[in-house]
């Protein structure tokens, strides 16, 4: 991880996880005949970049982006949309700067991670507050794909159910045995040693995350033709009481935000792009190319699907689906989810395995020995008691974690809040003043750290209303 990746090789998506690579140290200073040797190892264009980003950036996230629009109404939804990609895009432009030093283009010195970049710029400190932000949001992501695999196996689930018996059939099932089927199997997808073992996963995985985001985009469109009416209001969903109304909204704005950032996987796709042109001037083009793409395709699946169920939209848009359309496109669609959500959870969870694998190596020599295991009419295979260990303990903390809060967009809303300002806004908004020496109250100074503090105002605002809706849920 601490190199580049091999040209014939394809690019690791862990890397896209957002695995902090070694730290940048002796090795990563090279001389300009050791530079001209790396980047010919770097094939990565434009084109490579923009897959890498849509492949990190779509996910689950996609599906609730409707019911955030039916939160929101027809002005503020798609206003909000587009101002978080601005906002993302802004904070990308800043971290794109920070992959060389001290040149910003050609400069010899490379942050090949997240965290290799905060801890030269701002110190060890930070660097491990970083850490512990990227881990709880692995955690987390983890968690939120647990809760949404079973909501989709739920809706496959009732969708036969409406298939035999009508629609009007009581078709309602519980989410927990599907919870604890996904982290049965995760317990043994876990026993993978490390990513490199399974990029076929990674890459299957991809492409059912394009599958279902565009069946839900399609069947929103179909029910909205096939109705010849939009539904939905300017002013969203209506409620009871104002409070209500404001965390409904916190909520979404929070679902919103979830789904955007990209910037814990950015330098490590700029890390794969060939130079000359610098990777700084390829991977902004990039950004706004791949942002382009990614705004549009989340405005169309919000706003179809929300002109499709106006304010009955539910949360995860496919689970709306269950009783209207082809039942076996529907079911398929969960399906692509549950495939992509399988595989999306080892990319996002092989790089807390790697990081303690690595910590009981350093701090106990010899600790992670494997013994050979052979089973008559099965390949041999290596067992690992400490990793068997840590990792089932891990796979069975997200699942109860799950069980205990299967809440979608709530779970979602605080993940936003995680990712959002610390790693999208705080810390590229501190290294870039630390770059540049800005003085306080400067012209710099004061556009920068307001851009901040109102994008703190905005995570704390998305936390007290998931918070609240995780409260209510649960004790309602």
Excluded at 93 to 101: A, D, E, K, N, T
Excluded at 110 to 129: F, M, P, T
Excluded at 382 to 407: D, Q
Aim: net charge neutral.
């Amino acid at each position: 991880m601490g190199g580049p990746p091999d040209a014939a090789e394809p690019i690791p998506l862990l890397q896209l996880g957002g695995l902090p690579s070694p730290p940048a140290g002796d090795d990563d200073v090279l001389d300009s005949e050791q530079l001209s040797t790396v980047d010919s190892k770097r094939t990565g264009k434009t084109w490579t970049a923009v897959a890498h980003i849509i492949t990190g950036v779509i996910g689950s996230g996609v599906l609730s982006l409707a019911w955030s629009m039916a939160q929101l109404g027809w002005i503020w939804g798609p206003i909000l949309m587009l101002f978080f990609a601005a906002v993302t895009l802004v904070s990308v432009f800043l971290l794109i700067s920070f992959y060389r030093s001290p040149d910003p283009d050609y400069g010899p010195v490379r942050n090949r991670s997240y965290i290799d970049a905060v801890k030269n710029n701002l110190g060890k400190k930070y660097a491990g507050i970083c850490a512990i932000l990227i881990q709880m949001n692995l955690f987390g992501t983890g968690v939120a794909y647990t809760i949404t695999t079973a909501i989709c196996l739920s809706a496959i689930q009732r969708s036969n159910c409406y298939h035999v018996h009508s629609r009007g059939a009581p078709c309602e099932f519980s989410n927990t045995p599907w919870m604890l089927l996904f982290g049965l199997i995760q317990v043994f997808m876990s026993q993978i040693p490390d990513f490199h073992s399974m990029e076929w996963l990674s890459m299957a995985a991809a492409v059912m995350s394009f599958a279902y985001a565009s069946i839900g985009f399609g069947l929103g469109a179909a029910k909205v033709v096939g109705k010849g009416a939009v539904e939905g209001s300017i002013y969203g969903v209506p409620t009871t009481t104002a409070m209500q109304k404001v965390w409904r909204v916190s909520q979404a704005v929070g679902d919103i935000a979830f789904a955007y950032p990209y910037t814990m996987v950015l330098l490590e796709i700029q890390d794969t792009l060939k130079s000359p042109p610098s990777e700084s001037q390829t991977m902004r083009k990039a950004s706004v190319v791949s942002m382009g793409i990614i705004t549009f395709f989340y405005l169309a699946c919000g706003g179809f699907g929300y002109a499709a169920f106006g304010d009955e939209t539910p949360g995860d848009l496919l689970n709306g689906f269950s009783t209207y359309g082809p039942y076996w496109l529907i079911n398929f669609a969960n399906a692509c989810v549950v495939l992509h959500l399988i595989g999306g959870y080892q990319v996002y969870s092989q790089p807390v395995f790697a990081m303690v694998d690595q910590w009981a190596e350093d701090r106990f020599p010899g600790s992670h020995r494997s013994y050979a295991v052979e089973v008559p009419g099965l390949p041999a295979w290596r067992l690992n008691i400490g990793r068997l260990c840590f990792r089932t303990a891990y796979v069975a903390s997200t699942t109860a974690v799950a069980m205990v809060f299967p809440y979608f967009n709530q779970v979602l809303g605080v993940l936003g809040t995680i990712n959002f300002w610390p790693l999208s806004i705080y810390f590229p908004v501190e290294m870039w003043l630390r770059r540049k020496n800005a003085a306080a109250w400067s012209g710099e100074w004061v556009v920068f750290r307001g851009f901040s503090v109102v994008c703190l105002a905005i995570t704390l605002f998305i936390l007290a209303g998931s918070i609240e809706g995780i409260v209510s849920a649960r004790f309602s």
